[in-house]
């Protein structure tokens, strides 16, 4: 574990940490007036490899080579200034810091960190963090890179838990949740949606499963991959024959069939490695998904009602009034579709440029709306 202090004086401004992998959903941005919750765990950091926040340039202003350097492999609107490597926290670690008023930025519901860093250190005054909680937004502290160094603390550092024991531990990321608003008219209310985390991780993934499809159709296996991704991939790819086969593959689970073309596979919460076959299958295009939406595709959750008799048991779904469910199709999450395809060497393939060109400029209508949001 790790205690993080300000560069300038040492004084301590985190509670002891341990790293984690950076979540998929990191730098989502979800829907208007969302009221999204902490993006780290209490007691965890993540480092971001990548710039976050302004100064910005836009696509015409960079060198060539530039973005290549920094593994944008096709054009973006723009790319940040900032400095890489911020420490990604819970708000509810952060120690010793205050609020730098003047640097709200243009926040609608709380602060977005667009004036840069809006927390300093109460020790010396140095500005150490931008702090992140806006509506839409995904709350969290994001220490400056030069601004903090991090110290170990004492005790024993348990090592990564084992594949086996993540299965066995872990939580699934349910489907869909009940999302919260912030202000509007009526004021603060909820509606009932596809779970936000799982739009990034199918936006995530449907770039890799782009790729691995090398231009050719796919077939996910049936079930919910089917209702998250195969809509979206039969509107993206052409419908000739024959299809690459993409079925799911991890701990616990048989190894996959020799003729299996993509591997459905979790990575590690903590070190952020991919799980990786052995076998036939070695060689089959890996298509990373985070363990809580790799589980429920392990192990779906039950949709339906269980009759019972006499109280009803804590693990069986209530059917007076039947379960909430979403109110339209899935869609998978845009902004980290096309952030992810991007920075995939990949996507240099004519093909590849031609999906991302309809969706910046429109020209295919069924194909912008399988990339929704």
């Not at 348990?158 to 008219?185: H, M, N, Y």
């Not at 990373?288 to 595709?297: A, E, K, Q, R, T």
């Not at 959750?301 to 909430?324: C, F, H, K, T």
Request: with cysteine.
């Amino acid at each position: 574990m790790f205690v993080f202090l300000c560069a300038e004086c040492g004084a301590e401004l985190t509670t002891p940490l341990s790293q984690v992998a950076l979540p998929v959903h990191a730098h989502q941005s979800y829907g208007n007036g969302v009221q999204l919750p902490v993006l780290m765990r209490a007691g965890t950091f993540a480092v971001d490899p990548e710039p976050w926040g302004g100064p910005w340039r836009m696509w015409d202003e960079i060198e060539p080579g530039e973005a290549e350097a920094r593994g944008i492999h096709a054009p973006v609107r723009a790319l940040s200034d900032a400095a890489p490597g911020a420490v990604v926290i819970a708000p509810g670690d952060v120690r010793g810091t205050r609020l730098i008023p003047e640097k709200r930025g243009g926040s609608c519901c709380g602060l977005d960190g667009a004036d840069g860093p809006n927390m300093a250190c109460e020790a010396c005054d140095s500005p150490v963090a931008t702090r992140v909680d806006d509506c839409s937004l995904w709350q969290a502290v994001r220490l400056g890179s030069a601004a903090v160094h991090r110290v170990p603390v004492g005790g024993i550092h348990p090592g990564p838990l084992s594949w086996a024991e993540l299965v066995e531990t872990a939580e699934a990321t349910p489907l869909f949740e009940p999302i919260a608003t912030w202000g509007g008219l009526s004021g603060t209310g909820h509606y009932w949606s596809w779970s936000p985390r799982w739009e990034a991780a199918a936006g995530h993934a449907l770039a890799h499963l782009l790729v691995a499809s090398q231009g050719r159709p796919v077939k996910v296996p049936d079930g919910v991959a089917t209702d998250v991704f195969q809509r979206t991939l039969d509107a993206l790819l052409p419908a000739a024959a024959p299809k690459r086969r993409a079925v799911l593959a991890g701990p616990e689970l048989p190894l996959p069939d020799a003729d299996a073309d993509i591997l459905l596979v979790p990575v590690h919460p903590r070190t952020g490695r991919t799980w990786t076959p052995e076998g036939p299958t070695a060689s089959a295009h890996l298509v990373p998904l985070p363990l809580g939406v790799w589980l429920s595709l392990f192990s779906p959750p039950a949709y339906l009602p269980v009759p019972a008799s006499g109280r009803m048991p804590s693990d069986e779904l209530r059917d007076d009034p039947l379960p909430l469910l979403p109110h339209s199709p899935f869609w998978v999450d845009r902004r980290t579709f096309e952030r992810t395809l991007v920075r995939l060497p990949a996507v240099r393939s004519p093909w590849l440029r031609t999906i991302l060109e309809n969706l910046d400029h429109d020209t295919s209508p069924d194909l912008v709306q399988a990339v929704a949001r």
